[in-house]
């Protein structure tokens, strides 16, 4: 059974996600909280595996309370905002989420994503990264130092880093290095380790801050193959 804990200021925000993933049978909703300072302590209290965070509440905001979740505690976070371009998504993905929603998600659409961030996946579709890089790109994120320790890295992961910095699931990346989903994984968890990070949605944004990730092609983006 999946424990759930829902962040929204808004009480009909709120009540919905709750009585929603409620009536699924492999989800339970364990608490609610009203802004970032209660998600964080019900967060600690509760041990929920999942916290869907609105990211826009009064006093301690959606990215700082994301940021002190995953500090605290080991749920997974799945951020809600109201616009897809919402500029705090980048930094609460820099926080710790491991990927958002927008809360006109249709009801199937919001218990698959929590199942999804519950196994450690990342929610991050191909058209939102791609506006994640642009974003990342205007704002200047970039951090060189970082470019050193993809040398960590075999070239295997680092061809799933790319393929992750990408959007694509494990199945994707499976089928674009011809390999097994198990093999992916194993990829994965590996680089995770290497580069010291929490999980898929921050192995994403390391991508784009060492530079692994550029501006540039067709589809939004390129990847820089130099070590």
């Given at each position: 059974?999946?424990?759930v804990l829902v962040a929204d200021d808004?009480?009909?925000f709120r009540g919905g996600f709750a009585?929603?993933?409620?009536?699924?049978?492999d989800i339970t909703v364990v608490g609610e909280a009203a802004d970032?300072?209660?998600?964080?302590?019900?967060?600690?209290e509760l041990e929920p595996d999942v916290v869907l965070m609105d990211i826009r509440m009064p006093g301690l905001d959606g990215v700082e309370a994301t940021a002190q979740v995953c500090r605290r505690t080991d749920a997974k976070v799945?951020?809600?905002?109201?616009?897809?371009?919402d500029e705090?998504?980048?930094?609460?993905?820099r926080a710790g989420a491991g990927g958002f929603l927008l809360k006109d998600v249709r009801r199937?659409?919001?218990?698959?994503?929590?199942?999804?961030?519950?196994?450690?996946?990342?929610?991050?579709?191909?058209a939102i990264t791609r506006r994640l890089i642009a974003d990342f790109v205007g704002r200047g994120h970039a951090r060189p130092g970082l470019r050193q320790r993809l040398g960590e890295l075999t070239d295997r992961e680092m061809d799933t880093l790319r393929l992750l910095a990408r959007g694509r699931s494990n199945a994707e990346i499976a089928a674009d290095l011809v390999?097994?989903?198990?093999?992916?994984k194993s990829h994965v968890s590996n680089l995770l380790t290497k580069l010291d990070l929490r999980d898929r949605a921050q192995a994403v944004v390391f991508a784009y801050e060492s530079g692994l990730v550029v501006a540039g092609d067709q589809d939004g983006f390129r990847t820089d193959r130099r070590r």
């Amino acid at each position: 059974m999946l424990r759930v804990l829902v962040a929204d200021d808004q009480d009909l925000f709120r009540g919905g996600f709750a009585m929603i993933l409620d009536s699924h049978d492999d989800i339970t909703v364990v608490g609610e909280a009203a802004d970032g300072a209660e998600a964080v302590a019900k967060a600690v209290e509760l041990e929920p595996d999942v916290v869907l965070m609105d990211i826009r509440m009064p006093g301690l905001d959606g990215v700082e309370a994301t940021a002190q979740v995953c500090r605290r505690t080991d749920a997974k976070v799945l951020v809600l905002t109201m616009y897809d371009a919402d500029e705090y998504v980048y930094d609460a993905l820099r926080a710790g989420a491991g990927g958002f929603l927008l809360k006109d998600v249709r009801r199937d659409d919001l218990a698959r994503a929590v199942r999804l961030i519950a196994t450690g996946e990342s929610l991050l579709a191909p058209a939102i990264t791609r506006r994640l890089i642009a974003d990342f790109v205007g704002r200047g994120h970039a951090r060189p130092g970082l470019r050193q320790r993809l040398g960590e890295l075999t070239d295997r992961e680092m061809d799933t880093l790319r393929l992750l910095a990408r959007g694509r699931s494990n199945a994707e990346i499976a089928a674009d290095l011809v390999v097994t989903e198990h093999t992916v994984k194993s990829h994965v968890s590996n680089l995770l380790t290497k580069l010291d990070l929490r999980d898929r949605a921050q192995a994403v944004v390391f991508a784009y801050e060492s530079g692994l990730v550029v501006a540039g092609d067709q589809d939004g983006f390129r990847t820089d193959r130099r070590r």
